[in-house]
Structures are given as structure tokens and as C-alpha cells.
């Protein structure tokens, strides 16, 4: 039984599992939303969150912690400039996971993590771009092959 036993494991060693983890909160700092899978979503969630507290509190000590976890400058820096700065108000819940399907593959459930910050957008047509309208549902008419005979020589 695993009572009492926090680790999510996600199929990995140790050494592997935290650089995945990471390198997925490296990502979703960097471009706002990730897409992964259901298990590796809830796991990247709890350490996206504490860096998010990490940057509230501000001081050199949290940038350094925030740092031997990352272990990526560039995303410290934007996780203390803006991430912290825009979850200022917030007492946690600072990612949201919005599952998307089954990837088609191997069929693993696909989730996208992203800042509750954020607001979810559908791309919409531009105004001189033509929007292309259903096709009918007509029958397709097989194509017949065109025999080819050849004369023969004597």
C-alpha cells in the first residue's frame, strides 16, 4: 500500500522526474501554456505554484531557491518581473488544467496547463480572409479506369 507516500512518480527515476518537472515549469513560465499529459499536468501544477510563491515573496533567498530548482536565468528573472507581479492579489490556485482529449498515439489523456491569468482564446478569421463554408455531402462518384489496349505487331 502507498499510504503516506506524496511522490508522484510519473514513471521515472528520480533524476529524470525532476528535470522533466522543471523543464515543464521552465516552459510554462516562458510561453504561458504547455500542453502535456493529465498526470504530468497535476505534477507540474504543485511546483509551478510554489515557484509563483517563491516570486511573491521577492527576496534574494526566494530568486536563488526559485533558481537551484529551475536552473534557467531567463526564467527566473520573467517568473519575478511579471508571474509574481501579476499573481500579486492571489492566495493560491495560480495555474489552471484543462483537459483536452486522448492524444492519438498511444491514447495518454492530454491536458493544457496554463496561468489562471490568462484567458483562453479561439483564433477568429480576419476580416479580409475568406472563411471557407461546408462542403455539400454529394456522393463521390468513383473514378473508372481507362483500359489501354495495345495493338499488336506482327
Known amino acids: 500500500m502507498r499510504h503516506r507516500k506524496r511522490t508522484a512518480k510519473i514513471g521515472m527515476k528520480s533524476q529524470h522526474r525532476r528535470s522533466t518537472l522543471a523543464n515543464l515549469v521552465c516552459s510554462l513560465i516562458e510561453y504561458s501554456r504547455i500542453t502535456t499529459t493529465v498526470a504530468k499536468a497535476k505534477v507540474a501544477r504543485r511546483y509551478a505554484d510554489k515557484m509563483v510563491t517563491l516570486a511573491k515573496k521577492g527576496t534574494l533567498h526566494h530568486r536563488r531557491?526559485?533558481?537551484a530548482f529551475l536552473r534557467h536565468k531567463p526564467a527566473v528573472t520573467k517568473l519575478f518581473a511579471e508571474i509574481g507581479k501579476q499573481h500579486g492579489d492571489r492566495n493560491g490556485g495560480y495555474t489552471r488544467i484543462v483537459r483536452v482529449?486522448?492524444?492519438?498515439?498511444?491514447?495518454a489523456h492530454v491536458a493544457?496547463?496554463?496561468?489562471?491569468?490568462?484567458v483562453m482564446?479561439?483564433?477568429e478569421p480576419d476580416a479580409g480572409e475568406k472563411v471557407e463554408e461546408?462542403?455539400?455531402k454529394e456522393p463521390k462518384i468513383p473514378k473508372t479506369k481507362k483500359k489501354v489496349e495495345v495493338a499488336a505487331t506482327s
Open 101 to 107: 482529449g486522448q492524444r492519438l498515439g498511444d491514447a
Open 65 to 67: 531557491e526559485a533558481l
Open 112 to 118: 493544457i496547463l496554463e496561468w489562471t491569468g490568462t
Open 121 to 123: 482564446t479561439t483564433p
Open 134 to 136: 461546408p462542403k455539400s
